[in-house]
């Protein structure tokens, strides 16, 4: 049989996401609905100065983006997010949280956080390292 492999359109795609959804719902018991968005921003003034993009998926925290304005770091505020959004989790049931980052950004702020690196990817970019963190949110 000749089988040829084409760009898939948007309906073929979300036929793809239906079909792992059918699977994995097959294979554990926790029904995932659509993820819980919990995104923060710290303002002066009208201006982000500071935010985080995360989400809750599966009683799991995945925070996604966390980003300081350089001249507010050290200040507490990655601290003060990165706490809101694992309390947040916490408060709906979530258990873990993930993360990566890449070693030209701040790896030890996450694991000074409770964090630890479980993978690392070499050459990601090119001559750089991207970490992959994880932290159990009840202990």
Same mark, same amino acid.
């Given at each position: 049989?000749?089988?040829?492999?084409?760009?898939?359109? +948007?309906?073929?795609?979300?036929?793809?996401?239906? +079909? %792992?959804?059918?699977?994995?719902?097959?294979?554990?018991?926790?029904?995932?609905?659509?993820?819980?968005?919990?995104?923060?921003?710290? @303002?002066?003034?009208?201006? %982000?100065?500071?935010?985080?993009?995360?989400?809750? $998926?599966? *009683?799991? !925290? /995945?925070? &996604?983006?966390?980003?300081?304005?350089? %001249? $507010?770091? *050290?200040? +507490?505020?990655?601290? =003060?997010?990165?706490?809101?959004?694992?309390?947040?989790?916490?408060?709906?049931?979530?258990? !873990?949280?993930?993360?990566?980052?890449?070693?030209? =950004?701040?790896?030890?702020? $996450?694991?000074?956080?409770?964090?630890?690196?479980?993978?690392? !990817? &070499?050459?990601?970019?090119?001559? /750089?390292?991207?970490? $992959?963190? @994880?932290?159990? !949110?009840?202990?």
């Amino acid at each position: 049989m000749n089988r040829e492999i084409i760009l898939a359109t +948007n309906k073929e795609s979300k036929i793809i996401d239906s +079909n %792992i959804t059918m699977f994995n719902r097959s294979k554990i018991s926790v029904v995932q609905g659509p993820p819980i968005i919990k995104n923060y921003v710290i @303002k002066e003034e009208d201006k %982000i100065i500071a935010g985080v993009n995360s989400f809750v $998926y599966w *009683g799991i !925290l /995945h925070v &996604d983006v966390l980003f300081v304005d350089e %001249i $507010y770091r *050290g200040k +507490n505020l990655g601290r =003060q997010l990165l706490s809101k959004v694992e309390n947040e989790a916490r408060k709906i049931g979530a258990l !873990l949280s993930h993360l990566d980052t890449f070693d030209f =950004q701040d790896k030890d702020f $996450y694991i000074r956080n409770g964090y630890e690196v479980f993978g690392t !990817l &070499d050459d990601c970019p090119n001559g /750089h390292k991207r970490y $992959y963190l @994880k932290k159990k !949110l009840l202990q």
